[in-house]
């Protein structure tokens, strides 16, 4: 999984990688606001069910990213 920042190119680079690669990938909910799990896991969330939650390919996946990604 890659941390939760929409507006870093070079994260949304590397996802856009994997799943052109035809790799499952996190997208985070836009109800996380944490960058990463150590935080998300500090404020509370069930991190491994919002992973589990989440996890998208092909075209799905690439549907997923346009809607999270900031950049």
Known sequence: ??????RNKEIVNRIERCISNNKRVVIWPKS???KDINDMFLAGHDVQTVVQSNVY???EAQLKLNDWKRV
Do not use: Q, R
């Not at 999984?1 to 929409?6: L, S």
């Open 32 to 34: 996380i606001k944490e």
């Open 1 to 6: 999984t890659y941390d939760n920042e929409p």
């Open 57 to 59: 390919h092909g075209l």
